[in-house]
């Protein structure tokens, strides 16, 4: 059974610029959620995707904004980026809305110049 | 605000000891809890989970006790093995049973370091 992948592995930008960041959930998981970490806090949600739909969103602007793929694969997409939008960039999948456990991926670093 | 409290940012333990990582918090709508443990330049890993019905769960070296009326979980682990050594998260699950817009809300994470 694969886990949860994520490419790329790091990335930097400079202000202004759009990033898109993918996610291939596990293997039977149909929801697929984002979470930036900043350094030193606590993983910080942004969105949740379920069967290709948007199911929940956190405190994040629309400049945030997602995908999900009939493979369940997601990608997240930052426009406008900023200084403080440098953060650990993770992906979770569970099975399904109703399942508690979220599985992560190794996360992307996007450092933000 | 934040709502998923860890307040020791770090605990240092020798090898075979018991680790005890503590998280408390403000809402008593939080209906399910998470412990994550985080290596450096990896995602978290799921650990141990529990049930707000429940005071206790138990797997293997880990076990999480959930006490609501303090609001307040703990983490143990017995015994500490340095493999433990790494950032461990405490993160609480909020929504309906049918998972509508079920999010995790995290601690900032406690740094655990076993000494051998």
């Known amino acids: 059974e694969t886990g949860v992948t994520q490419s790329p592995t790091h990335l930097i930008k400079t202000r202004g610029q759009q990033v898109t960041l993918r996610c291939s959930s596990q293997?039977?998981?149909?929801?697929v959620s984002w979470y930036q970490q900043a350094l030193g806090q606590g993983p910080q949600f942004i969105f949740q995707?379920?069967?290709?739909?948007?199911?929940g969103r956190g405190n994040f602007p629309p400049r945030f904004s997602g995908l999900q793929f009939p493979n369940y694969s997601s990608e997240l997409n930052v426009n406008a980026l900023e200084l403080d939008d440098s953060a650990l960039y993770l992906c979770?999948?569970?099975?399904?809305?109703?399942?508690?456990?979220?599985?992560f991926g190794p996360g992307t670093r996007l450092l933000v110049l | 605000d934040q709502q998923v409290k860890q307040n020791s940012p770090s605990l240092s333990v020798q090898e075979g000891r018991i680790s005890i990582l503590n998280c408390d918090y403000t809402?008593?709508?939080?209906?399910?809890f998470l412990w994550y443990k985080k290596y450096p330049a990896e995602g978290p890993t799921f650990l141990i989970s529990i049930s707000s019905i429940k005071d206790k769960n138990e797997d293997g070296r880990f076990t999480v006790f959930l006490n609501k009326s303090a609001k307040h979980l703990s983490l143990h682990i017995v015994p500490s093995q340095p493999g433990d050594s790494a950032v461990y998260f405490c993160a609480a699950s909020l929504g309906g049973y049918a998972g509508n817009n079920r999010k995790l809300i995290w601690g900032l994470g406690t740094s655990l370091a076993v000494n051998p």
């Open positions: 995707y379920y069967r290709e739909e948007e199911n």
């Open positions: 293997s039977g998981h149909n929801t």
């Open positions: 979770a999948s569970r099975k399904g809305l109703g399942e508690e456990t979220q599985y």
């Open positions: 809402n008593s709508m939080f209906d399910y």
